[in-house]
Nanobody, 128 residues
Framework: QVRLVESGGGLVQAGGSLRLSCAAS????????MGWFRQAPGKEREFVTG????????DYADSVKGRFTISRDNAKSTVYLQMNNLKPEDTAVYFC?????????????????????WGQGTQVTVSS
């Protein structure tokens, strides 16, 4: 089990950028595939992006491709989400999630139910 703490959320105007961080502790971070999910008010949680534990593979929701970039620093036990050209529809609470895997190239997938550990979330609000 790994403990996850997100940070970096805030209020930004449309077209702006934010970088979210998710710091992990209590586990061997370099053996976890990581994912970012988000949940807007009144909507279901949705997959945003994921990364394998060696950083070699990534996956993005169509809605964020070309605007968001996921990365990780295993030495710092941290995964990042760089969000550019933000839109009002990106407004949501953003959560990071971890899935322990034995395959360094494995992604956690787009189903949140596959992830065992979750952070508490960080609010991102994009004004028009």
């Amino acid at each position: 089990q790994v403990r996850l703490v997100e940070s970096g959320g805030g209020l930004v105007q449309a077209g702006g950028s934010l970088r979210l961080s998710c710091a992990a502790s209590g586990g061997t971070f370099s053996r976890y595939a990581m994912g970012w999910f988000r949940q807007a008010p009144g909507k279901e949680r949705e997959f945003v992006t994921g990364i394998s534990w060696n950083g070699g593979r990534t996956d993005y929701a169509d809605s964020v491709k070309g605007r968001f970039t996921i990365s990780r620093d295993n030495a710092k036990s941290t995964v990042y989400l760089q969000m550019n050209n933000l839109k009002p529809e990106d407004t949501a609470v953003y959560f990071c999630a971890a899935l322990r895997t034995i395959n360094p190239n494995a992604l956690g997938g787009q189903d949140g139910a596959a992830y065992a550990d979750w952070g508490q979330g960080t609010q991102v609000t994009v004004s028009s």
